[in-house]
C-alpha cells in the first residue's frame, strides 16, 4: 500500500509533463513514418514495416530512462525528498514507487507504435501481442537505466547521460538503422554485449513467428534488467542512508 500511495503521486507529476509525454511517444512514431516513406521510395528489407517495427519500439524505451531519471533527480535534490525520508518508506518502496507508473507509460508507447504500424501496412495478429509481450523486459530495462542515473547524478547531468548519450548508444548498437554485421568487429562485439540489439532481435523473432530463435536474445535483456533494478535499489540505498547523514 506504500508503494501503491507513492508510485500514485509520481503517475500524477508524470502526466502533469505533458511536453515531454507528447514527444517521448510522438518522437519514435515520426521516425516509424518518416522511415517508412523512405521504404516506400527506396524499398529495403531493413526498413519494411515488419522488421523496422519491433527497433523503433525499443527505440522509444529509451526515453523512458530520461523520464524516470528526471524524476527521481528532482526528488533528491528538492525537500520532497528529505520529508520522505522521515516515512517509514524502505528504499525498494522508492524505487517500485518509481517503476509502477511508468511501466504503463512504457507499454503505451510501444503500443502506439504497433498501431501506428497497423495503418502502414503492417499485417495485425497474435505474433504483435506476443512481441508487445517480449518488449516487458525492455521497458523495465530502460526505466531502471533512469532510476540508476537518477539515483547517481543530478537533473541536468541525467539529462545529458539518458537525453543524448542513451539514446543515441541505443539507436546505433541497436540495428535498427543498420545492420549490425556489415560494420563487424569491435562495434558488433561492443553491439552483441550491450542489451539493446537483443531486444530488438527478440521482437523481430516474435514478430516474424520464429520462436524458437526469442529466448536466445531475451535472456540477455532480462539479466540486463534484473542486475540494474539490483544495483539502482542499492544506489537508492547508499544515497539514501548519506543523506539522512
Known amino acids: 500500500m506504500k508503494t501503491l500511495a507513492f508510485a500514485s503521486r509520481n503517475g500524477k507529476e508524470i502526466v502533469r509533463d505533458r511536453i515531454n509525454l507528447a514527444f517521448g511517444i510522438g518522437f519514435p512514431v515520426i521516425l516509424l513514418l518518416l522511415l517508412s516513406a523512405i521504404q516506400s521510395n527506396i524499398p529495403v528489407k531493413l526498413f519494411e514495416i515488419k522488421h523496422l517495427t519491433p527497433g523503433?519500439?525499443?527505440?522509444?524505451?529509451?526515453?523512458?530512462?530520461?523520464?524516470?531519471?528526471?524524476?527521481?533527480?528532482?526528488d533528491r535534490t528538492s525537500s520532497f525528498m528529505l520529508r520522505l525520508f522521515a516515512s517509514p518508506l524502505k528504499s525498494?518502496?522508492?524505487?517500485?514507487?518509481?517503476?509502477?507508473p511508468l511501466f504503463p507509460m512504457a507499454m503505451l508507447q510501444v503500443c502506439v507504435c504497433f498501431v501506428v504500424a497497423f495503418f502502414l501496412g503492417l499485417a495485425p495478429s497474435m505474433n504483435v501481442l506476443l512481441t508487445i509481450i517480449v518488449l516487458i523486459p525492455a521497458a523495465v530495462l530502460f526505466i531502471s537505466i533512469g532510476l540508476?542515473?537518477?539515483?547517481?547524478?543530478?537533473?541536468?547531468?541525467?539529462?545529458?547521460?539518458?537525453?543524448?548519450?542513451?539514446?543515441?548508444?541505443?539507436?546505433?548498437?541497436?540495428?535498427?538503422?543498420?545492420?549490425?554485421?556489415?560494420?563487424?568487429?569491435?562495434?558488433?562485439?561492443?553491439?552483441?554485449?550491450?542489451?539493446?540489439?537483443?531486444?530488438?532481435?527478440?521482437?523481430?523473432?516474435?514478430?516474424?513467428?520464429?520462436?524458437?530463435?526469442?529466448?536466445?536474445?531475451?535472456?540477455?535483456?532480462?539479466?540486463?534488467?534484473?542486475?540494474?533494478?539490483?544495483?539502482?535499489?542499492?544506489?537508492?540505498?547508499?544515497?539514501?542512508?548519506?543523506?539522512?547523514?
Not at 523503433?56 to 528532482?74: E, T, Y
Open 92 to 100: 525498494s518502496n522508492f524505487i517500485f514507487g518509481y517503476m509502477l
Open 56 to 74: 523503433i519500439a525499443v527505440f522509444g524505451l529509451s526515453f523512458i530512462s530520461l523520464f524516470s531519471g528526471m524524476l527521481i533527480a528532482k
Open 148 to 245: 540508476l542515473c537518477g539515483s547517481l547524478f543530478n537533473d541536468r547531468q541525467v539529462g545529458g547521460i539518458c537525453g543524448a548519450l542513451l539514446t543515441n548508444l541505443s539507436a546505433w548498437l541497436s540495428g535498427t538503422w543498420f545492420d549490425i554485421d556489415l560494420v563487424g568487429g569491435a562495434f558488433k562485439k561492443t553491439a552483441e554485449a550491450l542489451p539493446f540489439l537483443h531486444a530488438v532481435n527478440a521482437g523481430r523473432a516474435a514478430i516474424s513467428g520464429n520462436y524458437s530463435l526469442i529466448l536466445s536474445d531475451l535472456w540477455w535483456v532480462i539479466v540486463y534488467a534484473a542486475i540494474i533494478t539490483v544495483i539502482a535499489v542499492l544506489v537508492f540505498t547508499k544515497k539514501m542512508n548519506s543523506d539522512k547523514i
